[in-house]
C-alpha cells in the first residue's frame, strides 16, 4: 500500500472511532441508595419450661426449612484456670455420640432430614446448632436434645481429641493475630477467664474423661439454657417437641462468672516474634457493653473510625500511606463488659508510623465531628449489615441470644434502624471522646523485637514481655 493509500485508511479509520465515540453514552452516575427500612420481626412465640429452658419460637422467611439453635451458659469462661479448653473437650466428646447413637449416626440422622447438626464452644456460651427440611422439625428438636442432654462420652476418643487440640494450639500460638489478642486480652483481664485465651500444652494432654463429665455436670443444665428455633414449622408441632424432648433435662443452677476488672492504662508490650517481616498491632482498652445506653451510639463510631473498608483507618493506613492491606477496629462484647480495639498488620519498618497514624485518627475524631455525608456511608454500611444478619433463619437466632444474652429490650431490633439514623455527628465525636481515650490505651506489638523496639518506645512505657 502506497503512502497515500495509507494516509487516507488511517484518516477514515480515526474517523470511525471518533463517530463510535460519540455514539457512546457519557457514564451515568449510579442513583443513591435507598433509606434502609425498619425491620420488623414477626411476633415470636415464648415460654420456659418447668425446669427453667427458655424457649422461643419464630416463623421466619419463606424457604421451607428450620434452624434450631440451644445456647447453654457453659463456655469458656467457666472454666478455672487450670481448665482452659476443658470446655471444648467436653463439647468434642459430646458431639462423638449419644447413650442411643454414634457420632456418625447422628450426622446420618441429620442429612436425612436435609440438614446438619454441630456442637460449639464459645467465649460465654457453648450451643448445640442444627437444621432441617420444615417437615422434620419435630424430629429435629429431639436430635439436638439427644445431643445436649445424653451425651455418652466414649473414652476411646479422648486421646485423639486432645491431639487434634494439641496440633489447634500449636498453629494458633505461631499466629501473629492470635498471639497479640492473646497478650492483648492478658493486659487487660489478667487472671479473669476471659484474659486465658489458650492453655499450656501439658493442660491439654492432662485432660481426663472424668474431667469432661464434671464439667458436663457442673454446666449443662436446663436454666442455663435458652432455645430457639426459626423458620417455616407447625408451631403447634414443635412446640410439643420441645416439651417432650426437654422438660426432663435437670435444672441445674444459673450462675455467672466474677466479673471482670478490665485494666486501661497506656503502655507497650512487645511480643517478640524474630525475623517477622510484619508487625501485628492491637491498640485499645476497655469500654461500654451491648447493655449500655451509648453503645449504638458508640458502634456508629467505630464504624467511621476503623469499622468498615471506607473508614478513617483504612483511608489513611491503607489507602494514603500503605502500611497495611485491611486495619479494622471493632467492639467486642462480652458478658457485661467490652473491648474497643484497633487492628493492623504492618509492615516492621513502619510499624511506629503506623501507630502514629492511629493516634492522630483518634484525636481528629475527637477534636471534630464526621461531615453529615461521611456519617450518611457509615450508617448506611451498619444498616446493610444488619440486613444481612437477618436475612437467614440462623442470622436470626444469633440476634435473638445476643439480645437475651446481653438483656436488650424486646423491641432492639424492631427500632435498630431507626435508632442509627438518629446517631448525629456531633454525638459521634462525644462518643470518641467519652469512650476512646488513647491516653488509656494498651498497646500490643508482635513483630521483630529488635527491629521494632525504638520504633514504639515514644507512644508508652513498656510494658512485661510477651511470650
Do not use: C
Not at 415460654?47 to 421451607?64: A, H, I, K, R
Not at 464459645?122 to 439436638?144: Q, R
Not at 503506623?354 to 471534630?368: P, V
Not at 453529615?372 to 436470626?396: C, H, P, Q, W
Amino acid at each position: 500500500m502506497n503512502k497515500t493509500l495509507q494516509s487516507l485508511a488511517l484518516a477514515a479509520s480515526l474517523a470511525a472511532a471518533g463517530a463510535a465515540a460519540a455514539q457512546t453514552p457519557a457514564k451515568e452516575t449510579p442513583p443513591s441508595p435507598a433509606a434502609p427500612r425498619d425491620f420488623t420481626l414477626p411476633a415470636p412465640k415464648h415460654f420456659v419450661l418447668e425446669n427453667g429452658l427458655s424457649v422461643t419460637l419464630v416463623n421466619y422467611g419463606d424457604m421451607p426449612k428450620v434452624d434450631i439453635g440451644l445456647f447453654v451458659a457453659a463456655g469458656n469462661s467457666y472454666e478455672k484456670a487450670s481448665e482452659v479448653w476443658l470446655g471444648d473437650l467436653t463439647g468434642q466428646l459430646m458431639r462423638e455420640g449419644t447413650t442411643t447413637r454414634t457420632g456418625a449416626q447422628i450426622s446420618k440422622a441429620a442429612a436425612q432430614m436435609g440438614g446438619q447438626v454441630d456442637i460449639g464452644v464459645g467465649t460465654d456460651t457453648a450451643s448445640v446448632s442444627g437444621s432441617s427440611l420444615s417437615e422434620f422439625a419435630p424430629d429435629l428438636v429431639k436430635l439436638v436434645a439427644d445431643l445436649a442432654l445424653n451425651p455418652k462420652f466414649p473414652a476411646s476418643e479422648v486421646e485423639r481429641l486432645k491431639a487434634d487440640n494439641v496440633r489447634r494450639l500449636s498453629i494458633a500460638r505461631s499466629n501473629p493475630q492470635q498471639m497479640a489478642t492473646e497478650k492483648f486480652r492478658e493486659v487487660i483481664y489478667g487472671d479473669h477467664p476471659y484474659g486465658r485465651i489458650f492453655p499450656t500444652e501439658a493442660q491439654v494432654k492432662g485432660y481426663t474423661l472424668d474431667q469432661a463429665r464434671a464439667f458436663y455436670d457442673a454446666h449443662w443444665a436446663a436454666s442455663r439454657a435458652r432455645l430457639y428455633v426459626a423458620g417455616r414449622f407447625d408451631t403447634a408441632a414443635v412446640e410439643s417437641a420441645v416439651r417432650a424432648a426437654f422438660s426432663g433435662w435437670k435444672k441445674g443452677a444459673m450462675s455467672h462468672p466474677a466479673p471482670p476488672r478490665p485494666r486501661s492504662e497506656r503502655a507497650v508490650y512487645i511480643v517478640d516474634k524474630p525475623g517477622a517481616v510484619q508487625t501485628t498491632l492491637i491498640v485499645g482498652l476497655p469500654t461500654i457493653d451491648a447493655s449500655h445506653k451509648d453503645a449504638i451510639p458508640l458502634a456508629v463510631t467505630n464504624s467511621v473510625l476503623g469499622g468498615y473498608f471506607s473508614s478513617r483507618m483504612t483511608a489513611n493506613l491503607r489507602e494514603s500511606k500503605g502500611y497495611t492491606y485491611s486495619p479494622f477496629s471493632q467492639v467486642s462484647n462480652r458478658y457485661r463488659d467490652a473491648v474497643w480495639a484497633q487492628n493492623a498488620d504492618v509492615t516492621t519498618a513502619v510499624t511506629g508510623a503506623s501507630l502514629k497514624e492511629i493516634f492522630y485518627e483518634i484525636d481528629r475524631l475527637q477534636a471534630g465531628a464526621p461531615s453529615e455525608a461521611e456519617l450518611e456511608s457509615a450508617k448506611n454500611y451498619m444498616l446493610g449489615t444488619f440486613v444481612l444478619r437477618n436475612s437467614d433463619r440462623a442470622g436470626i437466632i444469633g440476634q435473638l441470644e445476643f439480645i437475651n444474652f446481653h438483656g436488650l429490650p424486646a423491641d432492639y431490633l424492631n427500632k435498630y434502624v431507626a435508632n442509627v439514623r438518629a446517631v448525629t455527628p456531633a454525638m459521634v465525636q462525644q462518643m470518641a471522646q467519652k469512650y476512646i481515650d488513647d491516653t488509656k490505651t494498651a498497646i500490643i506489638a508482635v513483630g521483630d523485637r529488635k527491629a521494632i523496639e525504638e520504633q514504639v518506645k515514644p507512644y508508652g512505657p513498656m510494658g512485661p514481655a510477651g511470650r
